[in-house]
């Protein structure tokens, strides 16, 4: 399976770095996101093993996508 955002990204490219000190909110909200993902990827597959590479590579995005946030320590939690 292939995620159309991410064509043409090779999975060596994504290598986001961390920064030095994370804000809560962007800790918290990647914690929820790799469980978010983990029972997704485990579900499609029937499986409890790790994360298979496609949702490896979209969970680095998503991690890399919250360390450059805009909106950093005004990041409104999502809601309904």
């Known amino acids: 399976m292939r995620f159309g955002f991410?064509?043409?990204v090779?999975?060596?490219n994504i290598n986001f770095?961390?920064?030095d000190t994370e804000l809560p909110i962007i800790k918290r909200g990647k914690k929820s996101a790799e469980f978010m993902v983990q029972i997704f990827c485990n579900a499609k597959h029937k499986?409890?093993?790790d994360l298979c590479l496609d949702y490896n590579v979209f969970l680095s995005y998503v991690k890399g996508r919250l360390d450059h946030c805009p909106y950093q320590t005004k990041?409104?939690?999502?809601?309904v």
């Open 6 to 8: 991410l064509e043409g």
């Open 10 to 12: 090779e999975n060596e």
């Open 17 to 19: 770095q961390l920064r």
């Open 47 to 49: 499986t409890n093993d």
């Open 75 to 79: 990041k409104p939690a999502c809601g």
